[in-house]
């Protein structure tokens, strides 16, 4: 193989998969990361949840009668629908951002 065609080889075939061979690894140590993220997002709003449910057992025992108890219970489910809607959009929109970093960085725009 000449030197021309070996030059031509490498800026036609191998530069290009090299580049996109390490588009792709730094697009896959990205996704970790966000998926670690998403992760540690849902732990949070588990947490929440349950310290909220935990409050809501509380006022119900101290409550001094039954309407009070069906307050407190019609109260917290309306708070925690609330909430899970709430909790839902924020995972979608970091699962959507990260979709569109990670789309970037395999089509080379560093994110």
Same mark, same amino acid.
């Given at each position: ?6 030059? %031509? ?25 966000? !998926? ?16 909220? %449910? ?19 219970? !019609? ?16 995972? !979608? ?5 990260? !979709? ?12």
């Amino acid at each position: 193989m000449s030197d021309n065609m070996r030059d %031509a080889f490498n800026e036609k075939v191998v530069d290009p998969a090299k580049k996109a061979g390490e588009a792709l690894r730094d697009a896959g140590g990205k996704m970790a990361e966000n !998926g670690s993220t998403v992760s540690l997002k849902m732990l949070d709003q588990a947490e929440t949840n349950t310290r909220e %449910a935990f409050n809501a057992m509380r006022a119900a025992a101290a409550a001094k009668d039954l309407s009070e108890v069906m307050k407190i219970q !019609g109260d917290f489910i309306r708070d925690q629908s609330t909430r899970n809607m709430t909790q839902a959009r924020e995972i !979608g929109e970091l699962i959507m951002q990260f !979709g569109r970093d990670t789309v970037g960085m395999v089509r080379g725009n560093k994110g």
